[in-house]
């Protein structure tokens, strides 16, 4: 698991999941984090476990979490903490993934 900083998250996909079975779910994410770093808020802390990333809000009540599906394709929602929903959950295209994630992070619901 890696917490905290950027660089700690894309290691964590470099040096552990490229020399295992997820090598194209580590490609995908670290072509799509760089972009993630330069696109969102800063306030978001970025994370990963079982390879999932995970953007934490800053007062710990949620956060955004992006699944790898399959190449190309990443399921993205939002998490509450307090009772572990989800509150908005969408598969979009890797070109689609920023835009997802900015609207999430200002509160909205992509495409509402």
């Not at 799509?32 to 710990?60: C, M, R, W, Y």
């Not at 998490?79 to 969408?90: A, I, K, M, N, P």
Request: glycine share 6%; hydrophobic share 35%; aromatic share 12%.
């Amino acid at each position: 698991m890696a917490y905290g900083k950027w660089e700690y998250v894309i290691n964590e996909y470099a040096n552990t999941f490229l020399k295992l079975t997820y090598s194209e779910h580590a490609r995908a994410f670290t072509r799509l984090i760089p972009q993630l770093k330069n696109a969102v808020s800063p306030d978001l802390t970025p994370g990963v476990t079982l390879g999932n990333l995970f953007l934490e809000h800053p007062d710990k009540s949620s956060c955004i979490r992006i699944d790898f599906v399959k190449p190309g394709k990443f399921n993205i929602y939002r998490e509450l903490y307090l009772d572990r929903s989800r509150t908005f959950e969408t598969e979009c295209s890797e070109a689609d993934v920023i835009s997802v994630v900015q609207s999430l992070q200002s509160g909205e619901n992509p495409g509402t």
